[in-house]
């Protein structure tokens, strides 16, 4: 039997589904918002880092990796055109349609009721191809500068979702140096059971499933405790979502500044 609160989130799930009068395809069955049972689990409650399965559908994934196919472009760092060795996999955002609106519903609804779409950051998505990696960073800003009001503030939260993980991947975890370990059996399916204990945490890339964490402590400075990095994808190929809301609204001024193509 599954625990309790596993069957109140699927059941809040479908109660919350939102019908929408906008159609997401050509299709003439109009989109209706469905959120997926999905399934958290608490890998480390300071700094907090929830493990989410089933996070994203498969039609969600297939619908995002069409509509971005042939637009990954070089990742940048912070800033658009800021280009290093740092981060060498490509990325791409997506305007808003039916099935993101939902999505970033589903992530405003796990952190709680009371944060408002505006405090998004529009979806990203990002490719590795073998060799390429992201270095250990934060997603929160040390430079004021990325952390404006304008902008929203830093980033108060992540979610990394896998959307497509080639079936010949090796390599491509989400390495967290400074989180313990969880060890034991039923770890491994989703983290390395293989990596040294000093290593911290790595979650291995299943295709469905997103890593969630807090950012900032209390007080709203960012958490050191949460550097990571995405580690090289060694054969195959790995998609992966951020969802990265704010302290506060990203203004206009704040939107183009990040993303002038949207
Ligand atoms: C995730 O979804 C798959 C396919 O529907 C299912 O077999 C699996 O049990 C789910 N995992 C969890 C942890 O809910
Ligand atoms: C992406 O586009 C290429 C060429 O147009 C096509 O062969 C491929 O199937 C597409 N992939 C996806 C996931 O839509």
């Known amino acids: 039997m599954r625990p309790r609160l596993l069957v109140a989130f699927a059941l809040g799930a479908r109660h919350g ?20 049972p999905y399934t958290p689990q608490i890998i480390s409650t300071s700094p907090l880092i929830i493990y989410i399965h089933n996070f994203t559908t498969p039609e969600e994934r297939a619908h995002l990796r069409q509509k971005t196919n ?11 055109t800021l280009h290093s060795s740092i981060r ?17 519903s589903r992530a405003l609804a796990f952190q709680g009721h009371d944060i408002p779409p505006s405090h998004l950051e529009p979806l990203q998505l990002v490719r590795y191809l073998p060799g390429e990696h992201y270095s250990f960073h934060t997603d929160w800003f ?9 902008m929203g503030g830093n980033r108060k939260s992540s979610f990394f979702a896998y ?23 039923a770890w491994c399916g989703v983290l390395d059971c293989d990596g040294e204990y000093e290593g911290g945490v790595t979650f291995r890339a299943v295709e469905g499933n997103a890593v969630f964490w807090e950012n900032l402590r209390e007080g709203g400075e960012g958490d050191e405790r949460v550097i990571h990095a995405g580690l090289p994808v060694i ?19 704040g939107r183009k500044a990040l993303y002038p193509d949207l």
Do not use: Q
């Open 17 to 36: 589904a939102l019908a929408s009068s906008d159609s997401a395809t050509d299709s003439a069955t109009p989109f209706r918002c469905e959120h997926p």
């Open 70 to 80: 042939g637009t990954f472009r070089r990742s940048a760092i912070t800033t658009p």
């Open 88 to 104: 060498t996999s490509s990325s791409t955002y997506i305007p808003s349609d039916p099935i993101l609106s939902c999505i970033e």
């Open 142 to 150: 040390g430079n004021k500068a990325y952390a404006s009001p304008a």
């Open 163 to 185: 959307l497509y993980v080639s079936g010949d991947v090796v390599g491509g975890g989400t390495n967290f140096p400074m989180v313990r370990a969880k060890r034991g059996e």
């Open 235 to 253: 054969r195959g190929e790995k998609i992966g979502m951020n969802i990265w809301t704010r302290e506060g609204p990203v203004g206009e001024a």
